[in-house]
């Protein structure tokens, strides 16, 4: 008995010491069948109980069993540090911290709302509120409160989407005027920009949901020089300095006289062409790119809603935002706006 225990103390301290040097997984599952696999160093040893005296076996066979314990537990301890030097290998080679990360795409302000905020600036700064309207309107609203009647046939400009019960898909921001001026005695100034929706085929100049803004001023002694002096200054302050207005004589309902607004074409700077003989194809060659319509409010539209319209008088005006956003970003076509590509979105930041 005393020789196995010296033998097994000697072959504890040689396992302890080569369990301390192993490298790597193989070398530690050859340490353990050399030990304690079948025909392994401990399991010859626990062949050699057999020849002892009959009342020491017992002692030995725990003997044995004990430094197996302590071996097994050497081997799952030197399996962890391989697993957790692995790990720190691996994770030393696959972050480099150091390395620039991916960027973030950053957003940014659509054209067609920056074109809607720096107008709404411009207003607000000269004393105008911002309001909103829906964009699902009774008819009322869309045509008979501003002077168009059922069987007028300005109504066949407003191509519409109906829906339900006379409730029309707004194709214009003017209902917002009678919302206001019903609600609000004068004066009034407002400016308000929405959606608006038409049953136009869509190409490169016509999207059937765009954006409007829509202005309206009334109060005491206002006339038509108020009208061209604001958009004349909206426009340069939205263009550039340089860029002049132009009104031509036209006809809506609700305005009397009315005009359509043009300003200088910003791509060909209101000549026409780009370079020799090259006709402008922003403006077709005019030198301008029109806005929208605008004029004095009608009489009947003031009666309406309940402004004498011997005391009070407004201008009014109507806006396609992305008209404008063609003209003042140089794009080619108005779809552009609306179908989400982020390159063309980054190059207008
Ligand atoms: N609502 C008109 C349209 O969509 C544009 C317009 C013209 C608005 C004259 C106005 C205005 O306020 O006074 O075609």
Redesign the pocket.
């Known amino acids: 008995m005393a020789g196995l225990t010296e033998s097994l103390g000697r072959l504890q301290e040689r396992f302890a010491a080569a369990a301390a040097a192993v490298t790597g997984e193989r070398e530690l599952e050859a340490l353990r069948v050399h030990y304690l696999g079948r025909n392994g160093e401990v399991t010859q040893l626990r062949r050699t109980i057999g020849t002892l005296p009959p009342d020491e076996r017992r002692e030995a066979g725990k003997a044995i069993n004990d430094v197996v314990a302590d071996m097994e537990a050497l081997l799952e301890d030197a399996a962890g540090a391989l697993r957790s030097r692995a790990l720190e290998t691996e994770l030393a080679q696959s972050i480099d911290v150091t390395f620039p990360a991916p960027s973030c795409g950053l957003g940014s302000i659509h054209p067609v709302r920056r074109i809607i905020e720096r107008t709404c600036d411009y207003f607000t700064r000269h004393g105008f509120a911002v309001v909103l309207g829906p964009e699902a309107e009774p008819e009322y609203y869309n045509f008979d409160a501003l002077n168009i009647p059922d069987d007028h046939p300005a109504r066949e400009n407003f191509d519409s989407f109906w829906l339900n019960g006379g409730i029309v898909l707004r194709p214009?921001t003017?209902p917002i005027?009678v919302r206001t001026m019903q609600r609000y005695p004068p004066p009034v100034a407002i400016v308000a920009p929405g959606k608006c929706y038409r049953r136009d085929a869509t190409d490169a100049r016509h999207l059937y949901a765009f954006h409007?803004i829509?202005g309206l001023l009334v109060a005491e002694g206002i006339h038509f020089g108020h009208l061209k002096g604001t958009l004349e200054h909206l426009c340069r302050e939205i263009f550039g300095p340089q860029q002049s207005v132009r009104f031509r004589p036209s006809y809506?309902p609700?305005?009397e006289p009315?005009a359509e607004v043009d300003t200088t074409c910003p791509k060909c700077g209101g000549t026409g062409h780009v370079a020799e003989n090259a006709r402008c194809a922003m403006c077709g060659g005019s030198g301008w790119i029109e806005l929208?319509?605008?004029?004095m409010v009608h009489p009947n539209v003031l009666l309406e809603v309940k402004y004498d319209p011997d005391k009070y008088s407004g201008w009014?005006?109507?806006f396609g935002v992305e008209r404008l956003g063609l003209a003042l970003y140089e794009v080619d076509d108005i779809r552009r706006f609306v179908n989400s590509d982020p390159d063309f979105l980054a190059q207008l930041r």
């Open positions: 214009h003017s005027q409007q829509e809506f609700f305005t009315s929208g319509g605008a004029g009014a005006f109507g």
